[in-house]
C-alpha cells in the first residue's frame, strides 16, 4: 500500500520545510520537497494542509498500570490516549502487580501488548535489592533499560542498600532510568510534617515534605555511582533547579553518560497551582516553585534536559482524595503532553525544532531505537500531525484514559492533534482511535 501526506510543513533534524511524505508497506520510502508528481499511483492521500508534520511522539516514562491495577488503567485505553496525543512509542515502567522484576513478569507484559497496544511500546525492567544477576539475561534488544527507584516506593523496588547500588551500578550494560528522591529525608519530613499540620497535611505541604533536598542528595549519589563506575545513567522526572548542578550539557548528536528527563507537568505546573488544582497535580517527586520551573524551562535549551517524558500515572479521582499522607501521587499527561508542550513553543521557551528533539530525535538516540524518531527514508512511518490557531477546550469527553480525568480540564489549548500514524496507520484522526490496530514492540540497539 502507497500512501502520502501532502500539503504540510515538515519538522525534522532542526530544519522546517513544504513537503510530502511518501510511505509503502507502513515505511518511508521517500520524502520529497514540495509535492509528488500527480501520474504517481497512490492508495491513500493524506491532506496536510495547514499542519505540522512531526515524528511521532517517543514517550520514555509512562505508567499503564497493567497488570493489576487495571481499574485506574491499562494497555487498551492508556495506548489509546497516547494515539490520541501523537504519541507512537511508549516505555512502560514495572512497578506493576506483578512488579516486571522477573523474567517470567516481563514476558507477560510482552504478551498484553502484543494484543492490546494500539501505538508502538516497550517495557522497563525493574531493579531490586535482589535480582541484579538477571541483567545478563536480558536481551538489550528487546527492552530501553532499567528502572532504578532510589527513592520512596513500593514494595521491594526500593534499591536502598549500598552494597546493591554499587554492583547494579557497575554490572549494568544496559541504561540506567533513575528515580531519584531520598527516603530518610522524606520519612523525617513527614514525621515533622505531621507533628505541625496533622496527620493528613493538605498538600500544599507536598513539595516540603517531598523536598529539594531529597531530590538533590538521591540525585547526587546516582551521578557519583555512574560516574565512578561508567554506568549511563538517565535521571527521570528532574524538579529542581539545584540538581541541574549535576546535569552536564548534551549535544543534539552525541550524548555523556548522564542524562535527564523533565515531564510535561514540572515546566508546566509550580507550587501556586496547588491552591487550584489540589492533589490533581500532586505527583512524585513533587511540583515545587515557580524558580523551580523557570530554571527547568531554560535547561531545555542549554542542553542539560535531553528527554521530554510524561511519567504518566493514572489514578482514580477517589484515590486523589485526602492530603499528603492520604491521596496517591500520579497524574494521566500522555494525551495532553505534545499540546502543552507546543503552548510553551508559543510562549517562546523553545523552538518548534527543539521540542521535537526533545520529544522525538533524542529518546530514539538516547535509547538507540532503531529506525524509529526521525522522518527519514527506510524509518517507520510514525507521524504526528498538529494544526496550530484551532482553539478547543479539554473537556471530560475528549479524555481517551481509563481514569477519565485530567489536570488540564477546562483548559484553552490552541494546538490541536489532527492525525497520528503509527507504522503508516492512520491510528487516530477526527477525534478516534482505531482500536483495531495493534502496535509493534520497539527494537533496540
Given amino acids: 500500500m502507497r500512501t502520502i501526506v501532502e500539503g504540510g510543513t515538515i519538522v525534522n533534524e532542526g530544519r522546517t520545510f513544504d513537503g510530502t511524505i511518501v510511505i509503502e508497506d507502513g515505511k518511508i520510502t521517500q520524502i520529497i520537497q514540495g509535492n509528488i ?10 491532506d496536510a494542509s495547514g499542519c505540522f508534520v512531526l515524528p511521532g511522539i517517543i514517550d520514555d516514562h509512562v505508567h499503564f498500570r497493567e497488570p493489576g491495577l487495571t481499574e485506574k488503567a491499562d494497555i487498551d485505553t492508556e495506548s489509546r490516549a497516547a494515539a490520541a496525543g501523537g504519541v507512537t512509542t511508549y516505555f512502560d515502567m514495572p512497578n506493576t502487580v506483578p512488579q516486571t522484576t522477573t523474567l517470567e ?19 522497563f525492567f525493574g531493579a531490586t535489592n535482589d535480582n541484579i544477576a538477571l541483567f545478563g539475561l536480558l536481551d538489550p534488544h528487546r527492552i530501553p533499560g532499567i528502572k532504578l527507584f532510589m527513592g520512596s516506593s513500593t514494595g521491594n523496588m526500593l534499591v536502598d542498600r549500598r552494597e546493591s547500588l554499587e554492583q547494579l551500578f557497575s554490572s549494568a550494560k544496559l541504561p540506567i532510568m533513575a528515580h531519584c528522591e531520598d527516603t530518610a529525608i522524606i520519612n523525617r519530613n513527614m514525621a515533622e510534617a505531621k507533628a505541625k499540620y496533622g496527620e493528613d497535611p493538605k498538600v500544599i505541604h507536598h513539595p516540603e515534605i517531598r523536598s529539594e533536598e531529597a531530590c538533590y542528595e538521591s540525585t547526587r549519589l546516582a551521578v557519583e555511582l555512574a560516574t565512578k563506575h561508567h554506568a549511563r545513567l538517565h535521571i527521570a522526572h528532574l524538579t529542581t533547579a539545584k540538581e541541574l548542578d549535576l546535569i552536564p550539557a548534551n549535544g543534539s548528536s552525541h550524548f555523556s553518560d548522564i542524562t535527564a528527563e523533565v515531564t510535561p507537568s514540572h515546566l508546566y505546573f509550580c507550587d501556586r497551582d496547588y491552591a487550584s488544582l489540589d492533589t490533581r497535580i500532586k505527583c512524585n517527586p513533587s511540583i515545587k516553585t515557580e524558580r523551580d520551573r523557570e530554571a527547568l524551562q531554560r535547561a531545555l535549551t542549554d542542553g542539560r534536559i535531553a528527554v521530554i517524558g510524561t511519567d504518566h500515572a493514572p489514578h482514580l479521582l477517589s484515590q486523589k482524595e485526602g492530603g499528603c499522607a492520604k491521596a496517591v501521587s500520579g497524574m494521566p499527561m500522555i494525551q495532553f503532553s505534545l499540546v502543552t508542550m507546543l503552548e510553551l513553543v508559543d510562549n517562546g521557551i523553545l523552538t ?27 524509518y517507520q512511518a510514525d507521524l504526528v ?10 473537556t471530560k469527553h475528549v479524555i481517551q484514559s481509563k481514569c477519565g480525568w485530567s489536570p488540564m480540564e477546562g483548559h484553552m489549548f490552541l494546538w490541536r492533534v489532527e492525525r497520528t500514524l503509527c507504522n503508516g496507520h492512520t491510528v487516530y484522526a477526527d477525534g478516534e482511535v482505531d482500536t483495531d490496530y495493534i502496535g509493534q514492540p520497539v527494537v533496540f540497539r
Avoid: Q
Avoid at 508528481?37 to 493524506?46: A, F, G, R
Avoid at 507477560?108 to 517495557?123: D, P, T
Fill in 352 to 378: 518548534l525544532e527543539r521540542l521535537v528533539e526533545l520529544m522525538c530525535h533524542n529518546p530514539a538516540s538516547l535509547f538507540e531505537i532503531r529506525h524509529r524518531g526521525f522522518i527519514r527514508e527506510g
Fill in 385 to 394: 500531525l498538529v494544526r496550530p490557531n484551532t482553539a478547543w477546550v479539554c
Fill in 105 to 123: 513478569a516481563l514476558e507477560g507484559k510482552f504478551a498484553l501488548a502484543a494484543k492490546k497496544s494500539h501505538v508502538n511500546y516497550g517495557f
Fill in 37 to 46: 508528481n500527480p501520474e504517481v499511483s497512490l492508495d491513500e492521500v493524506i
